[in-house]
């Protein structure tokens, strides 16, 4: 059982990457604190479009009963592989690196984009996860799979091809996003978190780039709409799910929550926690509640 004391102190993560379909996957993993861990379960976390496993580092800090293990999904962090024209690639990408790390009866944590992978895993492989947590998972209704027009275009790309790609330094990126709509939302540490391991070195050596490059993130939200069955994989996943939903405004806005209302519904053990005092960026916004939420769910029997 997660324990119920937030207790902060966990030393850095080691990591380590992994051979995953044909291209190399990072993922941080932390020890239990103290001798062991009790048998406690693992917990494995999926970050939204644009992040990097890390930014899961607030939360992780408060769970230290229970081994961690926080993944930069293809195209971000350390990981290569991107740009990302299949949303099933992220579900395999986890479900091979979890099974060669040997991980299985696992509590899933994820967000977003990172979240519609982790329940793909667990309709696809049973026994890998017995819980999951899913901070507003981008499984929008039925409809939005619908065969259509795409969303996106090379005449015609997603927005975030425009960012800023170059800084500095990870103090510069903040100076220049702590003002702005979202990240003025985020808690201190996680902004921090997410802008000194959200850069790497240029390849000339001088100054330093998004690891996430803006085309690889446009690419994901422009493959938005390639996994239509999710909707009938969620149907399977009869484990106990937590469903957290934001605020809805517009499909557009990116602190609006992307996630069908309906979804708790359809899980054979769904639960719908409905969360409109916060936005999309919940974990980000309020990681001590994140954890709360997750400690209380888990605690279940």
């Not at 009866?105 to 519609?116: E, R, Y």
């Not at 790309?157 to 800084?167: G, L, S, T, V």
């Not at 690891?211 to 493959?223: N, R």
């Not at 001590?288 to 769910?297: G, H």
């Amino acid at each position: 059982m997660l324990v119920a004391a937030m207790i902060t102190g966990r030393p850095a993560p080691e990591t380590r990457l992994h051979a995953v379909g044909g291209t190399q996957i990072a993922a941080h993993h932390w020890p239990a604190a103290g001798v062991g861990d009790g048998g406690a379960a693992p917990l494995v976390f999926a970050h939204a479009t644009g992040f990097h496993g890390r930014v899961w580092d607030a939360i992780i800090e408060q769970l230290p009963a229970h081994r961690a293990h926080a993944l930069d999904m293809r195209g971000h962090g350390g990981s290569g592989g991107g740009p990302v024209a299949d949303w099933r690639v992220l579900a395999s990408d986890v479900a091979e690196l979890l099974a060669a790390e040997g991980i299985a009866s696992a509590v899933g944590i994820g967000h977003s984009m990172g979240a519609h992978a982790l329940l793909q895993v667990a309709a696809d492989h049973p026994g890998v996860f017995a819980r999951l947590v899913l901070f507003d998972p981008v499984i929008l209704a039925p409809e939005f799979y619908a065969p259509g027009e795409p969303l996106y275009t090379a005449e015609n790309p997603h927005p975030a091809i425009r960012r800023k790609r170059d800084f500095a330094s990870p103090e510069a990126m903040m100076e220049r996003f702590r003002d702005r709509d979202p990240y003025s939302l985020f808690d201190a540490r996680v902004f921090e978190d997410y802008c000194r391991f959200g850069l790497v070195p240029t390849a000339s050596g001088e100054g330093m780039e998004l690891a996430c490059s803006p085309e690889d993130e446009a690419s994901v939200y422009a493959s938005s709409r390639s996994n239509p069955g999710i909707i009938e994989a969620a149907k399977r996943v009869d484990i106990p799910v937590l469903v957290v939903r934001a605020l809805y405004t517009t499909l557009n806005d990116f602190k609006s929550s992307p996630t069908w209302p309906e979804l708790a519904s359809i899980l054979p053990q769904g639960q719908d926690l409905h969360r409109p005092d916060m936005t999309h960026f919940h974990p980000f916004q309020d990681p001590a509640d994140a954890a709360r939420i997750i400690a209380e769910f888990v605690g279940f029997t």
